[in-house]
């Protein structure tokens, strides 16, 4: 402990040959972290004076992993979720969506796979904040992030991959979403704010034959074709196959989610209805606990949305 006490107060090593290259920046890096977390000087924290030696011992753990390179599965959802929160394309080169821009870099950096969407991203970038966005930009940068996330699927194990969507796969991303679909055991949630028909005859099938069905989309952005084409289902199917449709507040809907039984959330990089028609896409599986955050948030607006058609089923947070 004293070593590495000197170490950091005078960036020397026990032999007083200066610590050189990593070794130094590792130092430096760790007792600026530990000023960070109000460690008044090396010497308190040696003698015990601010916290006990158990309590330093986890905090050391916890500094020298959050210093450990992210694994792909990590960064994989990292990406997933920036990509799903991707701005609008006039918004694009504004001040607003620096840090998103500067997350996407970092992260796609981070991979070592993919340095030609690196280049390519960062020209996009650069080409947006002089010119500002638009939907030609906003698409290849869309499917170089989807293309990292292809990449980065490879290397997760089978459990937790989603889908890389080629542009044009139309049966692609339908065979992707009904493979997530069929895992559910006791019901599937659909967000989209721009729900239409096709949410309804395409993908609402996916789900087991018997379990409830939801869809949430906005009042404003869901096509008129949602209601008609929901009633119909209802006349036909009722309570052989449950589904009941609701329409959040103008504009409180970002996301495009399916979530299979309260547990499990998979990102969809475009609405349903437009899924992988003209551009690459991607079917993301969340991690448990940005996932969990999402399915409550959107169970929540479910409970306070109003009834475009009304089902028989329950939704709730719990998955249990």
């Known amino acids: 402990m004293m070593i590495l006490v000197d ?48 309590d330093y011992q986890k905090m050391m753990n916890q ?5 450990e ?9 990292q990406l997933g979720r920036l990509r799903n929160d991707m701005p609008r394309p006039a918004e694009l080169g504004k001040p607003s969506s620096s840090k998103w821009i500067g997350s996407v870099l970092a992260i796609v950096e981070a991979t070592e796979l993919s340095v030609m ?35 980065l699927e490879l290397k997760l194990p089978a459990e937790t991959q989603g889908a890389f969507i080629p542009a044009g796969g139309v049966f692609d991303g339908y065979t992707a979403v009904s493979r ?11 967000i989209d704010p721009y729900g239409d ?27 008129p074709s949602l209601k008609p084409a929901a009633e119909r289902w209802m006349a036909q199917w009722g309570a052989k196959r449950p589904l009941e449709v609701r329409l959040a507040p103008h504009r409180s809907l970002h996301d495009r989610l399916l979530v299979v039984d309260s547990d499990t959330a998979w990102v969809v990089g475009q609405s349903f209805k437009d899924l992988a028609k003209r551009a690459h896409s991607a079917l993301v599986r969340m991690d448990p606990e940005s996932g969990a ?3 409550n948030a959107h169970i929540e607006m479910w409970k306070t ?13 719990d998955a249990s």
């Open 63 to 67: 500094l020298l992993k959050s210093m």
């Open 7 to 54: 170490a950091l107060e005078t960036g020397n090593s026990v032999d007083d040959k200066p610590i050189r290259g990593s070794s130094r920046t590792t130092g430096a890096i760790l007792w600026a972290k530990l000023q960070q977390r109000g460690v008044a000087t090396q010497r308190q924290v040696l003698y015990g004076a601010v916290m006990n030696s158990e």
């Open 117 to 151: 969407e690196l280049v390519n991203l960062r020209t996009y970038f650069d080409h947006v904040n002089r010119n500002g966005g638009s939907d030609a930009s906003s698409n290849l940068i869309a499917q170089n992030i989807d293309t990292v996330l292809a990449k």
């Open 197 to 223: 028909d096709q949410l309804i005859s395409a993908f609402v099938p996916l789900a087991p034959e018997g379990l409830p069905v939801f869809v949430l989309s906005d009042e404003q952005y869901a096509k």
């Open 305 to 317: 949305a109003t009834k475009m058609v009304q089902g028989n089923g329950r939704i709730s947070n």
């Open 69 to 77: 390179k992210p694994s792909p599965e990590a960064l994989y959802h």
């Open 293 to 295: 955050l999402k399915i």
């Open 180 to 190: 997530a679909a069929a895992t559910a055991k006791k019901h599937v949630f659909f």
